[in-house]
């Protein structure tokens, strides 16, 4: 009896010992978001900045808005959609894939990038319609190249641009690059740039506001931190990190 009460007692103080290890540390989860490419670099360090409290594997996938609302309606496994647009979130809406009603949790303004130190001394949108000028814009179907287009369309300018490109940031690039004098692309794109390319305004009278829309994508395996991260994008931390690469409040 005492022999079978001690191994009672020893596999009782093993367990234990044993249970708090096992719990002791939370597995971390994976949450997938589909987001805009003009949002790389505050999603990124907003990211950073949430997993800080909470254990979480941000997977990203950016590109244009439009591609990713194609890619969630045709099954893409995605826990969270943010689109620079409000018409390619409503094409997840329409199929019945977002989980609630989206949230607008910043906005844009459009701007012209020209080579560093704006050797062609562009000054507005009528310069891009010189045929000494390069233009390149992403395609009408981009929200930034849509944006784009309507802000020409105010300024009354016709322009040619060389090349329809995939999303803003291929824009961007082809300016950084010298493979363009100009192209049009959003406040915060110039800024990501640093001085690889310079900044020229767009006047109020011609400028689109790009309102940027938020959803956790329906099927989430992950819907409840999915939430608490789109709840962090609109607290004050959140925006505050959204401002500091050039994005407004909605």
Same mark, same amino acid.
């Given at each position: 009896?005492?022999?079978?009460?001690?191994?009672?007692?020893?596999?009782?103080?093993?367990?234990?010992?044993?249970?708090?290890?096992? *719990?002791a540390t @939370?597995q971390?989860?994976?949450?997938?978001?589909?987001?805009?490419?003009?949002?790389?670099?505050?999603?990124? %360090?907003?990211?950073? #900045?949430?997993? %800080?409290? *909470?254990?979480?594997?941000f997977?990203?996938?950016?590109?244009?808005?439009s591609?990713?609302? *194609?890619?969630?309606?045709?099954?893409?496994?995605?826990?969270?959609?943010?689109?620079?647009?409000?018409?390619?979130?409503?094409?997840?809406?329409?199929?019945? $894939?977002?989980?609630?009603?989206?949230?607008?949790?910043?906005?844009?303004?459009? #701007?012209?990038?020209?080579?560093?130190?704006?050797?062609?001394?562009?000054?507005?949108?009528?310069?891009?319609?010189?045929?000494?000028? +390069?233009? +390149?814009?992403?395609?009408?179907?981009? @929200?930034?190249?849509?944006?784009?287009?309507?802000?020409?369309?105010?300024?009354?300018?016709?322009?040619k @641009?060389?090349?329809?490109?995939v999303?803003?940031?291929?824009? $961007?690039?082809?300016?950084?690059?010298?493979?363009?004098?100009?192209?049009?692309?959003?406040?915060?794109?110039?800024?990501?740039?640093?001085g690889?390319?310079?900044?020229? #305004?767009?006047?109020?009278?011609?400028?689109?506001?790009?309102?940027?829309?938020? +959803?956790?994508?329906?099927?989430?395996?992950?819907?409840?931190?999915?939430? %608490?991260?789109?709840?962090?994008?609109?607290?004050?931390?959140?925006?505050?990190?959204?401002?500091?690469?050039?994005?407004?409040? @909605?």
């Amino acid at each position: 009896m005492r022999a079978g009460v001690a191994l009672v007692i020893f596999a009782s103080l093993l367990g234990s010992c044993a249970s708090p290890n096992s *719990t002791a540390t @939370p597995q971390i989860q994976e949450v997938t978001v589909f987001a805009a490419a003009s949002l790389t670099d505050g999603f990124t %360090r907003a990211g950073d #900045e949430f997993a %800080r409290d *909470t254990r979480v594997r941000f997977v990203f996938n950016f590109g244009s808005s439009s591609t990713l609302a *194609t890619q969630i309606t045709n099954g893409a496994p995605a826990d969270v959609f943010a689109s620079a647009d409000e018409a390619n979130m409503q094409k997840v809406v329409d199929a019945d $894939l977002a989980n609630g009603a989206p949230t607008v949790f910043a906005t844009n303004r459009l #701007e012209i990038a020209v080579a560093a130190g704006n050797p062609k001394k562009i000054l507005g949108l009528a310069d891009l319609a010189r045929p000494d000028v +390069v233009l +390149v814009l992403s395609a009408p179907t981009v @929200p930034a190249g849509k944006y784009a287009l309507d802000a020409l369309g105010k300024a009354g300018v016709v322009a040619k @641009p060389a090349s329809l490109e995939v999303d803003v940031r291929a824009v $961007l690039n082809k300016v950084s690059l010298g493979e363009a004098d100009a192209g049009i692309v959003y406040v915060t794109d110039v800024k990501s740039a640093g001085g690889r390319v310079s900044g020229v #305004e767009i006047p109020d009278q011609y400028q689109v506001i790009a309102r940027y829309p938020v +959803v956790v994508v329906k099927g989430s395996k992950n819907a409840a931190l999915a939430d %608490r991260f789109i709840e962090y994008l609109v607290s004050p931390a959140g925006q505050s990190v959204l401002g500091d690469f050039g994005f407004s409040k @909605p």
